[in-house]
């Protein structure tokens, strides 16, 4: 037991989370889609996203015996990415589905992103630029319409992505919407 004026911790109770204990559990007609994007080519990093990625194919894997698991992180998270597997009339996703049999298991940690006036949030490849959010983004309405489509027996969705536009690299900045920030002009005084 560990204690301060403020926190308390029984360090007895921490477990490994890499160490996912094996169960029998088996789901035949199963499929989980885990996504983990850490690093943004023109964006701030999402710390620990790829890894989280990894720690839940092998918990959806070993604990909830999940029949196929797709991981995709970083690079293979760019583009078209989210319409080429989620798009429930030719992505990816639609043809491991078998219409009310099949249960679907999503798992996202990256960057979400909001628009400027903060009404739609996105799903945010690791090649987006701000700039065209509404082009390179996945908007969250469409992402869970695409799942309803698919017709799954039952779909269960994890994100793990802050939608407030900062990053823990960039928290020192002010909590606010980076898309409503403009940028610093420079100009040279004349004398």
């Known amino acids: 037991m560990i204690s301060s004026d403020k926190i308390t911790a029984n360090i007895g109770n ?9 169960s029998q ?5 199963s499929v989980a889609v885990v996504i983990g ?13 790829a890894n989280d990625a990894e720690i839940m194919k092998k918990y959806f894997k070993t604990v909830l015996g999940v029949d196929k698991v797709f991981l995709y992180t970083n690079d293979e998270v760019s583009g078209f990415f989210f319409q080429n597997i989620f798009n429930p009339g030719y992505g990816e996703l639609q043809k491991a589905i078998v219409k009310g049999k099949t ?3 999503v798992f996202y940690s990256g960057h979400g992103m909001p628009s400027k006036d903060g009404k739609k949030v996105y799903l945010f490849p690791s090649d ?16 869970y319409k695409n799942l309803e489509a ?4 039952s779909t269960a969705v994890f994100i793990d992505a802050c939608f407030s536009g900062v990053s823990r690299p960039t928290e020192t900045l002010k909590t ?14 004349v004398e």
């Open 103 to 105: 249960d679907l298991f």
């Open 14 to 22: 921490v477990i490994d989370i890499k160490q996912v204990p094996p």
């Open 128 to 143: 987006g630029r701000i700039e065209a959010l509404r082009t390179q983004g996945y908007d969250l309405n469409t992402f």
């Open 25 to 29: 559990m088996h789901r035949p007609n």
């Open 37 to 49: 994007v850490e690093k943004y080519k023109y964006f701030a990093p999402a710390p620990y996203a």
């Open 150 to 153: 698919l017709g799954a027996r």
């Open 176 to 189: 606010q919407n980076l898309l409503a920030m403009k940028g610093v002009v420079i100009k040279p005084k």
